[in-house]
């Protein structure tokens, strides 16, 4: 199998494992990384990870990622407000899967809205990192079909 994967995480999310473990767990945002480029690894996948708090670095990687062959993102805040961000999800032509770590229907009902669920292939919201986990699970079964 051949193909890049783009690993995108929004704001706040350099801070995992460091504040609120009790919604967001106690695994950083580099044993996320870790674990991700070990299941590309053992598909001679490529990972591209990044982590952003700037909006327009983000809309940046989703433009370089529109024709990779998979999109994992968990846009943080950005899923509340960002058209900008939600523009370049349609632009891309690949599966994304959103992840949110924690589960966006069981907190606040604002949180519930995520204005980019809908360009989105499908969402994994509340499975904590296990989330980046199935969703790379996914992208490879998809790749190894095609
Ligand atoms: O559950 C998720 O993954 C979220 O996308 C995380 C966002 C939140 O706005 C969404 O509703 C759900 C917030 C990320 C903040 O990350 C922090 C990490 C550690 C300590 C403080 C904030």
């Not at 704001?11 to 106690?26: H, V």
């Not at 327009?56 to 062959?69: G, I, P």
């Amino acid at each position: 199998m051949s193909g890049r994967i783009y690993l995108l995480n929004g704001p706040n999310l350099n801070l995992l494992g460091e504040r609120e473990p009790e919604l967001y767990g106690r695994h950083t945002l580099a044993d996320i990384e870790t674990q991700c480029r070990a299941q590309a690894a053992q598909h001679q996948l490529e990972l591209v990870a990044h982590q952003t708090n700037a909006e327009h670095e983000m809309v940046d990687w989703l433009h370089e990622a529109r024709h990779a062959a998979g999109i994992i993102i968990n846009p943080a805040a950005f899923c509340y407000h960002s058209v900008a961000v939600l523009d370049a999800l349609k632009v891309c032509e690949c599966p994304v899967v959103e992840v949110h770590i924690s589960n966006i229907y069981r907190r606040e009902d604002w949180r519930s809205k995520s204005i980019l669920a809908s360009a989105a292939t499908g969402v994994i919201t509340g499975l904590g990192i296990d989330g980046y986990r199935l969703a790379m699970d996914h992208l490879i079964r998809l790749l190894a079909k095609s």
